[in-house]
């Protein structure tokens, strides 16, 4: 496990979001990142992030007439929790980002994990 105040943590994951290509982050539509420090109660208490949206390929032409953003949520504590070190959590943080990011973009788990995002 690693020790990690919200604040070093919450870094991390801009640190993360800026690595991700410009490009990639451009064509985001209507997302909003967020940091909580474990899942809910019905979630799995290993869940490390959460997509919350509908995806680019499931909106069709009445989508987005008042639509509250997608949400990407970390957790602190199941991410702090799988890794040993801090090099080790920056790097899971990061494939975080990348696999809940992907899931906007109406990427599934299955083919994340073909691709190593998983």
Known sequence: MVEITTAEFEEAVSAALDAVPTALMDMLDNVAFFVEQEPSSDQPDDLLGIYEGVPLTERDIG????????RITLFKGPLSRL???REELEEEITITVVHEIAHHFGIDDDRLHELGWG
Do not use: R
């Open 83 to 85: 890794c040993e070190s």
């Open 63 to 70: 989508w987005g007439a008042m639509t509250l953003p997608d």
